[in-house]
Nanobody
Framework: QVQLVESGGGLVQAGGSLRLDCAAS????????MGWFRQAPGKEREFVAS????????GYADSVKGRFTISRDNAKNTVYLQMNSLKPEDTAVYYC???????????????WGQGTQVTVSS
């Protein structure tokens, strides 16, 4: 079992920055892949970014490439999502998720956090 707790959401103006934190606890994360997802009102949940806990290999949705950065701190068991140059269309509930092994998608994640709201005003 992996428990995930997100924090860091809030209200920001377009062009601003936010950092989301995801604190993980439970089983070892060495063989886990972590992901950030988001869900806007009336839309399906979508992939944002992923990172392999062991090697730190990252992946991003095209819509956030060059603006968002995913990273992890092994000592703190925490995954981060640094979001820069935010746009109103980034407004959503952001979720942290984890799974064993590669293949990070909405359908395959085994563990989910409760989500944190990010609102970007124009």
């Amino acid at each position: 079992q992996v428990q995930l707790v997100e924090s860091g959401g809030g209200l920001v103006q377009a062009g601003g920055s936010l950092r989301l934190d995801c604190a993980a606890s439970g089983r070892t994360l060495n063989d886990c892949y972590m992901g950030w997802f988001r869900q806007a009102p009336g839309k399906e949940r979508e992939f944002v970014a992923s990172i392999s806990w062991n090697r730190g290999r990252t992946g991003y949705a095209d819509s956030v490439k060059g603006r968002f950065t995913i990273s992890r701190d092994n000592a703190k068991n925490t995954v981060y999502l640094q979001m820069n140059s935010l746009k109103p269309e980034d407004t959503a509930v952001y979720y942290c998720a984890a799974k064993l092994g590669p293949g990070v998608t909405v359908a395959t994640m085994a563990y989910w956090g409760q989500g944190t709201q990010v609102t970007v005003s124009s």
